[in-house]
């Protein structure tokens, strides 16, 4: 019962899913203000969801430790993204919606997460100490699946469209799996680092939470996917009625689901980072980034060829420019073990310039 209990924070988000089968249809004909202020409140619930899949993802994670931990808690918020952005498109097809989430959530993963994180981390403790292996690893993985799948398509003719697809899903699944391997394998200890120990250091504050079963925090993790999937199909259908007609950026709502998804990572990664342990950042910033890019691809692409419409996966020019830019100063500021305020602050700012973009509908 008291583990009950402390999952009281799944309440609202299920009364909202109960409330929203029923106001749905009032609310979108309410107007738009009506819409949109529903859409809001549930992105809420939404994001109270994901916290309880994210700290459950968490507790398996320190039961299990790094690398196996961060890759508990990235897998759980792609699984969030790609569940919600599934929902999304099947209520209002986008062809170009996967694209822009998949860029917007690397943006978000990279720019910011791990620039405000480095940035606020480097103000606090100088510069913060991780194990240099592991940023380059993810760099060249992030560069070489976004090059596959979102810069060639660019170069393919529309009539051969499904054979670049299919060739894609076997590419990212063969990606993932050397980098699964040796994640959790004989190259683990590239996303490790060995923190000098202190004897007075206070215990993080999640460390209680390793008491719960693991069994309990598996039911929560599935039962919050399945409540967010829920929530995200009203979410889909207001959000979509409530801007039609205002003339926002088409990214708007590709924002939106990089934003939720990355919710419980971003307050996971400041932590890590406001307790000098820099290796946790990187490991979830990058791993993220990652993450999304090689598995959303694959289901993306498989959604296409089975209805036989593609997605426009290939970047638009500003998209491209972006994206090279960061990572190009992820290779450069990852690449001496240390981070610093400094190079927080470059990333952040790409993170702002982003935001700007896609306020301009670029």
């Known amino acids: 019962m008291s583990h009950l209990i402390r999952e009281k924070s799944l309440i609202l988000p299920l009364l909202l899913a109960i409330a929203s089968y029923f106001a749905e249809h009032d609310l979108l004909e309410g107007g ?39 890759m508990i808690l990235t897998l759980s918020a792609v699984a969030v993204e790609v ?26 993963d990279i720019n910011g997460i791990l620039g405000l994180a480095a940035l606020i981390g480097g103000l606090r403790h100088g510069e913060q100490p991780y194990n240099d292996d592991s940023g380059k690893t993810y760099g060249v993985m992030i560069l070489t699946a976004m090059g596959i799948s979102m810069i060639v398509p660019e170069f393919v003719p529309d009539q051969q469209w499904h054979i670049y697809s299919a060739f894609t899903i076997a590419a990212m699944l063969a990606l993932y799996g050397v980098f ?14 060995a923190y000098p120990r202190r004897t007075n250091a206070p215990k993080p504050e999640s460390e209680p939470a390793q008491a719960e079963p ?37 990214a708007i709502m590709a924002i939106v689901v990089a934003a939720i998804s990355a919710a419980p990572e971003i307050i996971t ?20 980034s990652l993450s999304t890019v090689i598995l959303t691809v694959p289901v993306m692409e498989a959604i296409a060829l089975y209805t036989g419409q593609p997605f426009i996966m290939a970047m638009s020019p500003a998209q491209t420019v972006m994206v090279t830019i960061t990572l190009i100063a992820a290779a450069i500021n990852l690449n001496d073990g240390e981070t610093n305020a400094i190079e927080g602050m470059t990333h952040f700012i790409l993170f702002l310039t982003f935001i700007m973009l896609s306020a301009l509908g670029l």
């Not at 949109?36 to 109270?48: P, S």
């Not at 569940?83 to 690397?106: G, K």
């Not at 307790?275 to 979830?284: E, L, Y």
């Open 32 to 70: 738009r203000l009506a819409a949109l202020a529903g859409a809001a409140i549930l992105i809420g619930g939404i994001l109270l969801a994901s916290m309880r899949v994210a700290h459950h993802a968490e507790v398996l994670a320190h039961k299990v430790g790094d690398p196996y931990g961060t």
């Open 83 to 108: 569940l919600i952005l599934a929902i999304m498109i099947e209520n209002e097809p986008s062809p170009t919606l996967a694209r822009d989430t998949i860029y917007a959530a690397v943006m978000l």
């Open 214 to 250: 693991i069994v309990i925090s598996v039911i929560v993790i599935l039962f919050g996917v399945a409540l967010i999937g829920a929530l995200a199909e009203f979410m889909s259908a207001l959000l979509t009625g409530g801007l039609k007609g205002t003339g926002a950026p088409p």
């Open 180 to 193: 699964l391997r040796m994640q959790v394998g004989q190259h683990s200890y590239f996303f490790s680092y």
């Open 269 to 288: 990664a400041l932590k890590a980072a406001l307790h000098n342990r820099m290796q946790a950042t990187v490991n979830i910033a990058m791993g993220a």
